[in-house]
């Protein structure tokens, strides 16, 4: 690979239960300090399931600009938007210095619940007498909802409302494809670049599983049941594992072709060598059976232009439920045998869209330190999860390249191979 196309990551941004910057991001990381909580944001007495990875200290108003736009930002908007500036700042990139047209943006997102609030109103009128009444409706949604309230529900606005405030006029792009769009959307950025259509791109994902509307659409079968202590109820891999938690969280990346970063003298955080995804079928609810995943690793590092010997960690899906990892683990070790595996989500929950570049983050800054970042709760090995997972603390000594995973219930999976500087 030329260095003119060679793919460098320049600055992280991250908006997560565990902190709000990288810094702080990475300090509880390393401290094992767990962002799952009980959930404050709204009344949750009613849910069986009242806790998860919640963002408690974000004031969106320290972040959106114009101010005026919150009225048409969605929590998980707002995420993204957040991180793009944290990403920005830490790449050293003030406003006006670079060429827009060499600038875009692709993000990961997912759907987009409607707030309550916005059509309580609108229901209530409609159900005067006992009954809902559709003709209401037809006529009371026109006088109670702001006409711009789709805007706020639309996964495309993330990356339209960063573009318009970093002046990004290249490529714009969102991948919507549920657990894997973060990483995906990171290949298609570093696709542009490699293709010459763009010299930098802001990339990530952002999601919200923590939405009154999206907990109750989901349901809960899949999540955990651990109240009496909610911070050991992320423990994926582990035999006593019972499901996952639901989070909310953002992370952007500055990538840049290496040659643009030189120029301006950019501190280079670490190497994107590949993204690769495949797709195994799971029509009419089969179960999974990992082919995918397999082949999205072997893909990710043949591309790399690497072997299994030269990967330091793998930076798991681990999304704690008992099939899920089982399937995951299993396609681990088939391809990259006994190699040291973390897993964010035991630390900050499943953040949907936006798990998988807040997991990178995570990995990205451990290069940068040469540490792999511990599994919370790995207590009890499984048999059916034969994989090492690092626990007790962080490991040192591993060589500095990783390969992060993602993948879906439906069949989709994704594995970005990233190295240090």
């Given at each position: 690979?030329?260095?003119?196309?060679?793919?460098?990551?320049?600055?992280?941004?991250?908006?997560?239960?565990?902190?709000?910057?990288?810094?702080?991001?990475?300090?509880?990381?390393?401290?094992?300090?767990?962002?799952?909580?009980?959930?404050?944001?709204?009344?949750?007495?009613?849910?069986?399931?009242?806790?998860?990875?919640?963002?408690?200290?974000?004031?969106?108003?320290?972040?959106?600009?114009?101010?005026?736009?919150?009225?048409?930002?969605?929590?998980?908007?707002?995420?993204?938007?957040?991180?793009?500036?944290?990403?920005?700042?830490?790449?050293?990139?003030?406003?006006?210095?670079?060429?827009?047209?060499?600038?875009?943006?692709?993000?990961?997102?997912?759907?987009?619940?409607?707030?309550?609030?916005?059509?309580?109103?609108?229901?209530?009128?409609?159900?005067?007498?006992?009954?809902?009444?559709?003709?209401?409706?037809?006529?009371?949604?026109?006088?109670?909802?702001?006409?711009?309230?789709?805007?706020?529900?639309?996964?495309?606005?993330?990356?339209?409302?960063?573009?318009?405030?970093?002046?990004?006029?290249?490529?714009?792009?969102?991948?919507?494809?549920?657990?894997?769009?973060?990483?995906?959307?990171?290949g298609e950025a570093a696709s542009v670049i490699r293709r010459g259509w763009a010299d930098v791109m802001l990339t990530g994902g952002t999601?919200?599983?923590?939405?009154?509307?999206?907990?109750?659409?989901?349901?809960?079968?899949?999540?955990?049941?651990?109240?009496d202590d909610c911070t050991r109820a992320s423990r994926p891999f582990d035999l006593e594992r019972d499901g996952l938690v639901n989070g909310?969280?953002?992370?952007?990346?500055?990538?840049?072709?290496?040659?643009?970063?030189?120029?301006?003298?950019?501190?280079?955080?670490?190497?994107?060598?590949?993204?690769?995804?495949?797709?195994?079928?799971?029509?009419?609810?089969?179960?999974?059976?990992?082919?995918?995943?397999?082949?999205?690793?072997?893909?990710?590092?043949?591309?790399?232009?690497?072997?299994?010997?030269?990967?330091?960690?793998?930076?798991?899906?681990?999304?704690?439920?008992?099939?899920?990892?089982?399937?995951?683990?299993?396609?681990?070790?088939?391809?990259?045998?006994?190699?040291?595996?973390?897993?964010?989500?035991?630390?900050?929950?499943?953040?949907?869209?936006?798990?998988?570049a807040v997991e990178l983050a995570a990995s990205i800054l451990g290069l940068e330190a040469g540490l792999v970042p511990a599994t919370l709760?790995?207590?009890?090995?499984?048999?059916?999860?034969?994989?090492?997972?690092?626990?007790?603390?962080?490991?040192?000594?591993?060589?500095?390249?990783?390969?992060?995973?993602?993948?879906?219930?439906?069949?989709?999976?994704?594995?970005?191979?990233?190295?240090?500087?």
């Amino acid at each position: 690979m030329s260095s003119r196309r060679e793919v460098v990551v320049t600055g992280v941004g991250v908006v997560s239960p565990i902190g709000i910057g990288g810094d702080d991001f990475w300090t509880s990381l390393l401290a094992g300090r767990s962002g799952i909580r009980p959930i404050t944001r709204f009344d949750s007495s009613s849910l069986p399931i009242a806790f998860g990875g919640e963002i408690a200290d974000f004031d969106p108003k320290l972040w959106v600009r114009p101010r005026k736009s919150l009225k048409v930002m969605s929590r998980e908007i707002q995420f993204g938007f957040a991180a793009a500036d944290l990403a920005m700042s830490d790449a050293g990139i003030a406003a006006g210095a670079l060429a827009p047209e060499r600038f875009g943006v692709v993000v990961g997102g997912d759907m987009i619940y409607a707030d309550l609030e916005d059509l309580e109103r609108t229901y209530r009128r409609a159900l005067a007498g006992g009954a809902f009444d559709f003709s209401v409706w037809s006529e009371a949604i026109h006088d109670d909802l702001h006409p711009l309230w789709l805007l706020k529900h639309l996964p495309n606005m993330t990356a339209s409302h960063i573009a318009i405030a970093h002046d990004a006029r290249g490529p714009n792009n969102t991948i919507v494809l549920g657990d894997v769009s973060g990483l995906l959307a990171i290949g298609e950025a570093a696709s542009v670049i490699r293709r010459g259509w763009a010299d930098v791109m802001l990339t990530g994902g952002t999601g919200c599983r923590l939405h009154p509307m999206a907990l109750v659409a989901r349901g809960d079968a899949l999540l955990s049941r651990r109240r009496d202590d909610c911070t050991r109820a992320s423990r994926p891999f582990d035999l006593e594992r019972d499901g996952l938690v639901n989070g909310e969280g953002a992370a952007m990346f500055v990538l840049e072709s290496r040659d643009h970063a030189h120029r301006r003298g950019a501190r280079i955080r670490s190497r994107l060598l590949s993204v690769a995804s495949r797709c195994e079928s799971a029509a009419g609810g089969g179960a999974l059976t990992g082919s995918a995943l397999r082949l999205a690793i072997r893909t990710a590092i043949d591309r790399a232009g690497i072997g299994p010997g030269d990967i330091g960690h793998v930076n798991a899906h681990g999304a704690s439920t008992r099939d899920m990892d089982r399937v995951e683990a299993t396609a681990i070790t088939a391809e990259l045998g006994d190699i040291p595996v973390t897993a964010p989500k035991s630390v900050f929950g499943h953040l949907g869209a936006g798990g998988g570049a807040v997991e990178l983050a995570a990995s990205i800054l451990g290069l940068e330190a040469g540490l792999v970042p511990a599994t919370l709760n790995y207590e009890s090995p499984d048999p059916d999860c034969p994989v090492a997972v690092v626990h007790g603390g962080p490991l040192a000594g591993r060589p500095g390249t990783v390969v992060a995973v993602n993948l879906c219930s439906t069949g989709q999976a994704a594995a970005a191979v990233v190295a240090a500087e």
